[in-house]
């Protein structure tokens, strides 16, 4: 009925693609102080406990194009303990490792009676029937037909299953979920998408994530996939994620487990072999020289160590800033840094309803260099485009809360990042991650090299350049956990200068567009058009802006990191 020519293979064929290799982290997981509900294996939601599935069984692969991509594969979870129902399959591209997850759901209410699900309205129920969405043919086993499973009245389904054959799948197979346990969620990351070449049927799978994320969020990743035969990943899933209603967060873990974790997983963080601003702590900036100023007041006044006498809270209503010194000498002397008191400074928060935490690691460094632009292959420093007082950046560790494990990294890269899932990290020294710090900019990378912040089709836009050197910051050990909400006031005391909300530098101002044009006249004729276009895709810093604001005033301090 909906027919397409992938190239599709069932379990037994001798021509199938290789599969996705598992992945483990390169050294093995400690056992973690004793806590609460961190690190055993299974999360209670409220009605619902989940258990985290990784052993999987392939049902069917697409490769399109006969070889000339890698194609993807479709799994169902194998293992599940009595009890315990699947809540739809797993999805993947072939040319990553197989380091996926399902959640697995038991109802809470069911496991303590030893018992089926009590009362009119259990937390699970079975599918009333199934949807068949698409399918390769019609006519043969071997190839893929995907299920939406069709919910009771008041249940929602929370994933699709695939099949190697045109048989309805069991009703006893997959399991829905309550409406009221439930949050919205949406589509992102496509895995497949047949629509370029067989544009008749198209066939889009996309994984699937929480719609409200960050801190508050509530939605848990149930780890299964969406697909549609229509191209539009804005359309409103057909499924629901979990929703946790444990207002404890049980599963996270406490101050001792933390510090643990760091230990283990804490990044090293190296500059450039070049660079000239290093970080510091905030105590040695704020004792070499940093001032507060408050507008319309003449001068600025000396910080104390601990930022004691900052103003606190409320917003950023632009009355206040920080500047260096007016001497020359001790401004060039603060600028430079610190490296040998710099720390980092963490953040510890829930994500995806408490199933992961997040260490957001901040760093900080007095000053942030002038940009260097990249035009094909000239690259042309910048005298002042660039540069801001009161540099805050940061990198964020997520974690598993099931395990314990490392899942993945956010690399912060000035207004924007990206998350880099653990197989594809740089380690060193068992299973601490590696960050590069930029040259002059500080943005965060998962590996050394040239990274343009602009268009790197084109090769014209910001050059961010990476390299270990001797120059490094071990955040497992010289970090300081600034604020761990869930763990409540009385666990952590929050360092004052924290709680400033205002700029950590003085309004910048300069022509940087004149000196952008002067830089495009120096250009060939054929680079200009292009070069005038791409000031859009600039980092905001080149332009001028508002003195930089401290963690606290970011807009992920609470929410997901932007992407």
């Known amino acids: 009925m909906f027919g397409c020519e992938c190239l599709c293979w069932n379990r037994n064929s001798q021509y199938r693609p290789l599969e996705p290799q598992p992945f483990s982290l390169p050294a093995p997981i400690p056992e973690w102080p004793i806590g609460q509900g961190f690190g055993t294996g299974q999360i209670n939601l409220g009605e619902i406990v989940v258990l985290k599935i990784t052993q999987f069984e392939r049902i069917w692969s697409c490769n399109q194009l006969r070889g000339k991509t890698k194609g993807v594969t479709f799994y169902k979870p194998v293992g599940i303990p009595d009890g315990f129902f699947c809540l739809g399959h797993y999805c993947q591209p072939n040319d990553q490792a197989l380091r996926g997850y ?51 009245a008041g249940y929602k389904a929370m994933g699709f299953l695939a099949t190697d054959n045109p048989n309805q799948p069991s009703l006893d197979e997959v399991r829905c979920v309550r409406e009221d346990l439930t949050e919205s969620c949406e589509t992102h990351n496509m895995i497949l998408n047949t629509g370029t070449n067989f544009s008749n049927n198209p066939f889009i799978v996309w994984h699937t994530r929480p719609c409200e994320r960050g801190m508050q969020g509530r939605g848990v990743s149930v780890g299964t996939f969406f697909c549609s035969t229509r191209s539009s990943p804005d359309e409103e899933p057909g499924i629901a994620c979990l929703k946790n209603l444990d207002s404890t967060l049980h599963a996270m873990p406490n101050l001792n487990q933390t510090h643990a974790l760091i230990k283990h997983y804490g990044a090293t963080v190296f500059f450039h072999p070049d660079e000239v601003y290093m970080p510091s702590s905030v105590s040695w900036f704020f004792k070499n020289g940093a001032l507060v100023y408050q507008n319309g007041k003449l001068g600025g006044k000396p910080i104390d160590s601990r930022g004691s006498n900052l103003p606190s809270g409320g917003k950023n209503d632009r009355q206040f800033w920080i500047d260096l010194p007016d001497d020359n000498d001790e ?156 763990l409540g006031d009385a666990a952590l005391e929050e360092p004052n200068w924290l709680q400033y909300m205002r700029e950590w530098g003085p309004m910048i101002v300069y022509d940087s567009r004149a000196e952008l044009e002067k830089l495009i006249s120096l250009l060939p004729v054929f680079f200009r058009f292009s070069v005038e276009n791409i000031f859009e895709l600039f980092p905001t810093e080149l332009y001028g802006e508002e003195g930089p604001t401290g963690p606290k005033e970011k807009d992920n301090w609470e929410e997901d990191e932007r992407c």
């Open 102 to 152: 399902l959640l697995v759901a038991q109802d809470a209410a069911a496991s303590r009676l030893k018992a089926g699900p009590v009362g009119d309205s259990p937390a699970l129920k079975k599918p009333v029937s199934y949807t068949l969405m698409w399918n390769t043919d019609s006519h043969y086993d071997g190839c893929g037909y995907f299920w939406l499973p069709d919910a009771p």
């Open 331 to 486: 401004k060039a002397f603060l600028k430079r840094g610190n490296l040998e008191s710099a720390e980092l400074y963490v953040h510890v928060k829930p994500a995806l309803g408490g199933t992961f935490t997040d260490i957001a690691m901040w760093i900080f460094c007095p000053f942030n260099g002038p940009a260097t632009i990249k035009v094909g292959i000239m690259s042309i420093p910048m005298s002042r485009i660039g540069e801001h007082i009161g540099d805050w950046e940061h990198f964020t560790i997520r974690l598993s809360n099931f395990t314990g494990e490392l899942w993945s990294v956010y690399y912060s890269q000035h207004s924007t990042g990206i998350w880099v899932d653990a197989p594809d990290l740089e380690f060193i020294e068992g299973n601490k991650p590696v960050v590069y710090a930029s040259k002059d900019g500080h943005a965060s990378f998962a590996h050394p090299g040239i990274y343009i912040q602009g268009s790197s089709k084109l090769g014209i836009g910001v050059r961010n350049d990476t390299a270990r050197s001797k120059y490094f910051v071990d955040s497992s050990t010289k970090y300081q956990i600034v604020a761990a909400e869930y």
